[in-house]
């Protein structure tokens, strides 16, 4: 198999009254907004698992885990997140590193940043060090307003 790169992209927009996960980590705001969403909405958890499945040309996550079923239902992304993990290994694969990307134009992500990365290397069993985690916004232009994008990269090997 080699090395092989995969890519996942996601957004969910915000919703009033809801947690505000991101790579499992709750982010306390003043507007109280979370994402809406059927499980937990971690966009960010989300673009990562595509990202994996995509490299080993495995059905996304819209296909493992359906928005319709009841069983995942606010659930954590970051248990989904395992399953994933344990589906590669499956394959006889593993992470080599991540590389993550937030897109919010609010609220200010810095502080939450080391939590993230070691909440997702936990999750996976990997060093921090095979994690990247960053923010950025789009300077008012695009969709970030009003919710919140994420990309990931990754690279897979045996
Ligand atoms: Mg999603």
Redesign the pocket.
Known sequence: MGMRIGHGY?V?RFEEGRKLILCGVEIPNDENIGLL?HSDAD?AV?ALMDAMLGAMALPDIGRLFPDNKEEFKGISSILLLKRVNELIKEKGARLSNADITIIAEKPKLMKYIEQMRQTVAEALGVPETDIGVKATTEEGLGIAGRGIAAHAVVLMEN
């Open positions: 996601d969910h969403g966009v989300h």
